[in-house]
């Protein structure tokens, strides 16, 4: 759900045009071979899914789930398939995306020379008082689409040659997610699916997306439930939950690793932004992972945090990280044996 270092998405708007998509399904021309490479070693987990039937079912589960939301921890309730708004802000079924595009500034194994295929939702259960996209979960910023729609991007996005399908805080639209999946894979869409998300999902709804999703990309933001509480909308439950949400989507696709062309088809790869004054828990967040996950588990320990929307409200997230906060947690994490860490750059950073 963050953007990554190089992560500046490069227009909020919906961009059909402009992308050099050749056709709906037709590679674009430098990358041609990448992906037939790519296409001969590797088919994506819901394609089996899709051919058994199956997909469609599971798709019409979760829509049923939306009688009285319960799409994700928050358990609001909201009558969706009546048109109620739920705390998220998804509006009954509509489906809101903010832009869908190829992304270079994700993990260096996701973007290859293809890009990642990215597709912002908008709105956001968790909500965060210091979203760096805030007008995009907050604020609900982005255009009505249709299942349809979805299911075109995500061909559009395979065309243009992205190494993924990218679903940017997909919670709350998991069945219309499923459902255009659906349309897709019979339109032949054959690209990998990230999940792209906070990290508070029910295990419940993750069961329904297990041999569909093949690389969770979750966050583990903050170990402290008082602190989850405070700036997560009053989340308490945010590390309890996403501790058992991450170990289900391990159980699913087990340690991300990347393939001979660079590329990670398939896997867990946790985000972990270290925040000012150890808010985010940081130390003991690599030691959770170190005991209960793989010592080989992709851990991407970002350094951006920067204030945004309502962070100057609390002085003890109101500045970046310093370079020495971000410094421990990389060294604890090695301490602790972690093997498979994207690190970033810290020597620019404020001691
Ligand atoms: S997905 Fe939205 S509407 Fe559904 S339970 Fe969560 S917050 Fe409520």
Redesign the pocket.
Known sequence: MYLTAAGVIMTLSVIYIGMGISATTGASPEYSSEREIAASVFEPAYLKLHRTGELKQRADRLWQ??EK??????????E?IKG???????SGTRLNVSSFHAHYGEERPLVGRGGSGTIFFA?C?LKCSFCQNYDISHLGRGSTTTVEGLAEMMLRLQGRGCHNINLVTP????AHILKALDIAASKGLRTPLVYNTSGWESVEILRELDGIVDIYLPDFKIFDPEKSGKYMAGAVSYPEITKKAILEMHRQVGVAKPESDGIIYRGLMIRHLVMPNDVSGSLKVMEWIAENLPKDTYINIMAQYRPAYKAYDHPEISRPVRGEEYRSVVERARELGLTNLDVQEFRWMRQ
């Open positions: 789930l939306m939301c319960d799409l994700c921890p928050r358990s609001c309730g909201a969706r109620r708004t739920g705390f998220c802000g998804a709105h259960n919670t709350h639209y998991s």
